[in-house]
Structures are given as C-alpha cells and as structure tokens.
C-alpha cells in the first residue's frame, strides 16, 4: 500500500521558514516526479513546486519562486520543500503528490497519482 506523509508544518510569523518533509512508503519512488501542491479554504488546491526524478529539473509557481525550494532524497524516498520569507497568503494545507507515471515534473493536479493527507502551514502577520 502506498503512503505519503507529510510533517513539518504549524504556525510561523511572516519573514519566518519551515521546511516540509514527505515521506514515501509501500512502494519506491526514485523514477519519479514528485511535487508539492497547496489549498488554502475555499480555493482550489494549487501548484507550489515539482521536481523531477533525479533532482535536476525543477518548476515553481510564480508565487513562491525564489522563496521556496524543492529537493528530494532518493535514498530516503523523501522530499522536501524549504520555505523562506514566508508570507500570510502562504497559509494553507500543504500537500506533497507522485507522478506515477512520469518522471518529469508537471504543474498539473491531475498528472500526480498518490497524494498524502496534508500538512498545515499558518502564516501569522
């Protein structure tokens, strides 16, 4: 059974960081793409960061580029996603997602397979 954990979220000031880690069970993802998506209430669930299979590639939103990065440890079956100069708008449920069936990285909800259940990250002004 696959599972994806996310940790690492709470409660920061603006101009504060967190680092999020996913963690990947049940199944090895090292062939591929992996991403962070984020829905705060009542909006639809958006693209944060993606990176590809081995590290090299990477995409972001407009929004966080240059605040937020992606890594990934293929040997941990872990992602990452450190965030910097965090801001209030920042604050929702922060999700990391597979591409089962790619590893390139996509911006697109629906190109990622396995989802975990969320970390929340409140951004305090």
């Known amino acids: 059974q696959v599972q994806l954990v996310e940790s690492g979220g709470g409660l920061v000031q603006a101009g504060g960081s967190l680092r999020l880690s996913c963690g990947a069970s049940?199944?090895?993802?090292?062939?591929?793409?992996m991403g962070w998506f984020r829905q705060a209430p009542g909006k639809e669930r958006e693209f944060v960061a993606a990176?590809?299979?081995?590290?090299?590639?990477?995409y972001y939103s407009d929004s966080v580029k240059g605040r937020f990065t992606i890594s990934r440890d293929n040997a941990k079956n872990t992602v990452y996603l450190q965030m910097n100069s965090l801001k209030p708008e920042d604050t929702a449920v922060y999700y990391c997602?597979?591409?089962?069936?790619?590893?390139?990285?996509?911006?697109?909800?629906?190109?990622?397979?396995?989802w975990g259940q969320g970390t929340q990250v409140t951004v305090s002004s």
């Open positions: 990176i590809s299979w081995g590290g090299g590639r990477t």
């Open positions: 997602a597979v591409r089962g069936s790619s590893g390139s990285p996509s911006m697109g909800v629906r190109d990622y397979n396995y």
């Open positions: 049940g199944r090895t993802f090292s062939s591929y793409a």
